[in-house]
């Protein structure tokens, strides 16, 4: 079976290529659905996330607002927090990839945004990075979340350079041109993977 990998920064348009493999037929992880599943009411990471910062939980409840303040304001908790999710999305890799394989796939995407930073790229025999300029990066990420561009800029700050996600890359899928053009590149990318 075999692994890609697909990563790249936010506003960079992985949703929009998962969604063509899986339309392909290609199963996808979706490491971001997971952590979603983990924070949800009752979800398995709260208990630890309540360890950490107590007043962002209560009833069983993530308030995210809550959170996000506690990491801007505490050094080191994000990584702290990193440390509580980060084995949980893995073992949830793990799961997906074992049930994938026992269907007899032939290739799975592996969405996963920090797929560097977690050295996620080890299990996978192939990786994806889609990049757009950092301006259209900027007018999406402040778009998606209802941002002004500046604050867009400062949480894309916080992420791995795109230039070196880029470098580290077996194949770049561009989402800058068209939404037509980054179709193409998936299209001719899945068809090798078939072939």
Known sequence: MKIIGLTGGMGMGKSTV??????AGIPVFDADAVVRALQ???GAALGPIAA???EAVTDGHLDRAVLRRAVSETPGLLRQLEAVLHP???VARQVFLRRCRRQGARCVLLDIPLLFETG?????????VVSAPPRLQAERVARRRGLPKAEARRLMARQMPDARKRRLAD???DTGV???ATRRQVRALIKGLKA
């Open 18 to 23: 998962a969604a063509l493999f899986r339309q």
């Open 40 to 42: 949800a009411d009752h």
């Open 52 to 54: 950490l910062v107590p």
């Open 88 to 90: 949980m999305v893995r």
């Open 120 to 128: 996620g790229q080890r299990v996978c025999d192939q990786v994806l």
């Open 171 to 173: 194949t770049v899928i």
């Open 178 to 180: 068209s939404l037509a």
